[in-house]
Antibody, heavy 119, light 104 residues
Framework: EVQLLESGGGLVQPGGSLRLSCAAS????????MSWVRQAPGKGLQWVSS????????YYADSVRGRFTISRDNSENTLYLQMSGLRTDDTAVYYC?????????????WGRGTLVTLS | EIVLTQSPGILSLSPGERATLSCRAS????LAWYQQKPGQAPRLLIY???SRATDIPDRFSGSGSGTDFTLTISRLEPEDFAVYYC????????FGQGTRLEIK
């Protein structure tokens, strides 16, 4: 079955750190660019970060640049998001998603998300 | 940053009716549409403004180019009532604020 499964969310204090994981299965993970997209409670979607298939190119939204780091382990079919310097406005459900076609950042497969709460 | 503006914010219609959702960009973009139901992840509906994603029913169609785009649902089914987002991928990625399609 083709799926993405996020984990690592939870309750954290402002200024703290957290690492999210996204386990991929059922497709050629190492051939796909990947992204994180978040959604604050009751709000819309916000792109957070993307990484190329090989992991050599990374991209960030201005709101998280310098605080979040995206990475991947293609041998383990896993995507990561290391978050530090967390702020209350980082509270959101964090989704991992596959980039459908390299250089065209629309997202064709999504995980169920993991909730990060700052309090 | 490219800004996407969706209208209307809320659309109230009955099953069987036709829904027309709009998305306007602050500059020329490539566009996708997503559907999101409560408690679920978004689902890709349309990419390249008018190409349906895998397994999307043909009652969903997209049109437009440049800065003005439309998502049309020809005959609403009960399962179509949800929030719809447009997303540009011409420069990084940004989403519109969403249109809530509710049952009248």
């Amino acid at each position: 079955e083709v799926q993405l499964l996020e984990s690592g969310g939870g309750l954290v204090q402002p200024g703290g750190s957290l690492r999210l994981s996204c386990a991929a299965s059922g497709f050629a993970f190492g051939s796909r660019g990947m992204s994180w997209v978040r959604q604050a409670p009751g709000k819309g979607l916000q792109w957070v970060s993307s990484i190329s298939d090989g992991g050599t190119r990374t991209y960030y939204a201005d709101s998280v640049r310098g605080r979040f780091t995206i990475s991947r382990d293609n041998s383990e079919n896993t995507l990561y998001l290391q978050m530090s310097g967390l702020r209350t406005d980082d509270t959101a459900v964090y989704y991992c998603a596959t980039i459908a076609v390299a250089s065209y950042w629309y997202f064709d497969l999504w995980g169920r998300g993991t909730l990060v709460t700052l309090s | 940053e490219i800004v996407l503006t969706q209208s209307p914010g809320i659309l109230s219609l009955s099953p069987g009716e036709r829904a027309t959702l709009s998305c306007r960009a602050s500059q020329s973009v490539s566009l996708a549409w997503y559907q999101q139901k409560p408690g679920q992840a978004p689902r890709l509906l349309i990419y390249g403004a008018s190409s349906r994603a895998t397994d999307i029913p043909d009652r969903f169609s997209g049109s437009g180019s440049g800065t003005d785009f439309t998502l049309t649902i020809s005959r609403l089914e009960p399962e179509d009532f949800a929030v719809y987002y447009c997303q540009q991928y011409g420069s990084s990625a940004t989403f519109g604020q969403g249109t809530r399609l509710e049952i009248k």
